[in-house]
C-alpha cells in the first residue's frame, strides 16, 4: 500500500528556519506524475493546504500566509519532496502534513487521495 511519510520537524525559535521532507513509495505510478501538496494544521484548527506543486509544470501555488516565506522542491529520483520553512512565526505552529496524488490549483484543493501522518513543528517566540 502507498506510505507517504515526512520528517524534519521540530522545536525552533521565531525567525529561524526549518527543512520538512515527504518520501512518497508504493504509489501506483511513477513519483514523478503526481502532484504534491503540503497541509499543516494549528492545534484547535481545521487543516490547511499551504501549497501545492504540478508534476508537469513549474508551477507551486502557495497560500498567502506562507507565501515568499516557505518554499518547494521536489527530488524525483528519491521519489521526495521538500518544505523550506524560513523566517518562521509563532502562527506557523502545527501538524504539517504531506499529501500525493490530487488537484493543484491556486484554489489550493483539499481533496488528495494519499497523506502521511504528519510532523509536528513548534515555533516558540
Known amino acids: 500500500q502507498v506510505q507517504v511519510v515526512e520528517s524534519g520537524g521540530g522545536l525552533v525559535q521565531a525567525g529561524g528556519s526549518l527543512r520538512l521532507s515527504c518520501t512518497a513509495s508504493?504509489?501506483?505510478?511513477?513519483?514523478?506524475?503526481?502532484?504534491m501538496a503540503w497541509f499543516r494544521q494549528a492545534p484547535g484548527e481545521t487543516r490547511e493546504a499551504i501549497l501545492c506543486n504540478k508534476w508537469d509544470g513549474p508551477n507551486t501555488y502557495y497560500a498567502s500566509s506562507v507565501k515568499g516565506r516557505f518554499a518547494f522542491s521536489r527530488d524525483n529520483g528519491k521519489n521526495t519532496v521538500y518544505l523550506e520553512m524560513t523566517n518562521l512565526k509563532s502562527d506557523d505552529t502545527g501538524m504539517y502534513y504531506c499529501?500525493?496524488?490530487?488537484?493543484?490549483?491556486?484554489?489550493?484543493?483539499?481533496?488528495?487521495?494519499?497523506w502521511g501522518q504528519g510532523t509536528q513543528v513548534t515555533v516558540s517566540s
Open positions: 508504493k504509489l501506483p505510478l511513477r513519483f514523478d506524475v503526481y502532484n
Open positions: 499529501a500525493a496524488a490530487g488537484p493543484c490549483t491556486e484554489d489550493l484543493p483539499t481533496n488528495w487521495d494519499y
